[in-house]
Structures are given as C-alpha cells and as structure tokens.
C-alpha cells in the first residue's frame, strides 16, 4: 500500500479556507485568532466551511489563548463546543491541555476523545510545553488521539527535527506525528527527509490590503482596520505539489 502523504493548512476564517481549498489542501485546521497561536472559531464560521467545503475540516478547540492549563469552566467551555462541532458535521477537532507540572492531562483528554467520537482527535502544539514528550506519546496513544501536531519542543520544526523523527520511530505507526510551525517551501523537503514523517502542518499567513475605499485617517495605518488575513492558494498548491512530488520519488524507491 503506498504512503500517504498530507498538507493540512491551518486557516483563520472562511476567505483563507476557501484559498486554501482551492490550493489543493488536504485537510483544514480551522481556527479563530491565530496570532495567539489560534482559538475555537466561532458556530457561524464551523457551520458555513462545514457547508461550503467537503474537505476535512478540523476546529481547533481552545478557549482561549495563553496556556494550556484549564479551570474546570473552561473545560466545560470545551466539552460544549466538541458537541458544537459534532453537530455540524465536522470530521475531527484540535486539543490540547497540561497539567501545571507539564504533563499531559490524560483524565481531560481521555474524555474529550470520547465526547468528539466519532470524530478524529489531532492534539496540538500543547504537546510542545510538555515536560516529557515520550511519556506523552504514550498517554496519547493510550486515549485514542489520532495524531500529534509537534515542532519537536521548539519554536520551528526545522530547529526540533531530531526530536521529531525519535517521536516518529517510538510512535511506531500507532499514532501520527506531524509537524507543524515554520512548514514552507523551502522546510518541507527537508523536514520529511529528516523526520520520516508524512503529514505536515502549515498556515502560510500573510496579509491582505482592506477593499475599503474610505479609510479614517487617524487609523490609515492600523493593521487591524485596515489589513485582512490571507492565505495565497498558488502558494498552498506549490506546496502540495512538492509533498506529492516527494511522495512519487519516495514510492519508487519503496517499489526498488
């Protein structure tokens, strides 16, 4: 059976998927407020890119931004909007949550896997503030997630790539590691070569100019007037392109 090769992009609103789907992306992280490392979108965005697009469509279900260390009404904020997505139809979430001694918290996530079935489970960049992370993989295979988005305890994927391609052996085919933060045109070959894995997470975030024709001068220059999230399509399928291309040159190997 050949390998199966990913880009999920993470999006911001319904511009930026609809791009990114027309990019040829292959799954869509679907977040509110990225600039703060993204945070649950809301019921109207779920439920229209539910609607508008059949590609795999993942909510990112965050509270809030900061850090991953809940109260107990947050987690119940949580447990509401799985239910949410569950409604909509969409075909998995994003989680993650720690103790304050930098472990996973395996009692929540345990019970968040359950609420969402049967939706898929991708544990976040969370897993990159964790103390153990092999300890974690195992808690997080143990619960059922379905993958782990990583950049290897670091920053960017390409600084954490060692540690990323330990977590792809000890994973042994029994969960997904994919990673994710600096993935570009210029990291991703690297970073499969390197890592081994498949499946690779990127945001390709940039800006866009308003199409307001009147601006208040006294705000000409704010980005949050006057600038919009943006994700370029053409760059999302140069970046699928080179995965498939990998992918092609990787099979034949394989079949050699």
């Known amino acids: 059976m050949a390998t199966a090769f990913c880009i999920e992009i993470a999006t911001s609103d319904y511009a930026t998927t609809a791009a990114a789907v027309r ?6 992280e679907l977040c509110a407020n990225l600039g703060e490392g993204g945070t649950t979108p809301s019921y109207g965005t779920i439920a229209t890119c539910r609607e508008a697009f059949s590609t ?8 809030r931004g900061g850090d991953f260390l809940y109260t107990d009404e947050e987690h119940e904020v949580m447990l509401k909007d799985i239910a949410m997505c569950k409604q909509i139809g969409c075909d998995g979430i994003v989680i993650g949550g720690l103790q304050e001694d930098g472990n996973i918290d395996p009692q929540r996530v345990a019970l968040w896997v359950e609420k969402a079935y049967p939706l898929k489970v991708t544990f976040h960049r969370a897993f990159d503030r964790c103390c153990d992370p092999f300890l974690a993989l195992e808690q997080l295979i143990e619960v059922g997630c379905e993958r782990i988005l990583t950049s290897g305890l670091q920053p960017q994927a390409m600084a954490g790539a060692v540690l990323i391609q330990q977590l792809q052996v000890a994973a042994r085919n029994r969960i997904i590691i994919m990673p994710g933060s600096g993935v570009r045109q210029d990291t991703l070959l690297p970073l499969a070569q390197q890592t081994g894995c498949t499946e690779f997470h990127a945001s390709l975030r940039s800006t866009t100019a308003s199409l307001m024709a009147y601006k208040n001068p006294y705000f000409a220059h704010s980005s949050e007037s006057y600038q919009n999230n943006y994700i370029d399509e053409a760059a999302v399928r140069l970046l699928k392109k080179t995965l498939m291309e990998y992918a092609a040159t990787t099979a034949k190997k394989e079949g050699n």
């Open 23 to 28: 990019g040829g992306a292959d799954r869509i």
């Open 56 to 63: 795999p469509l993942y909510p990112i279900i965050r509270p």
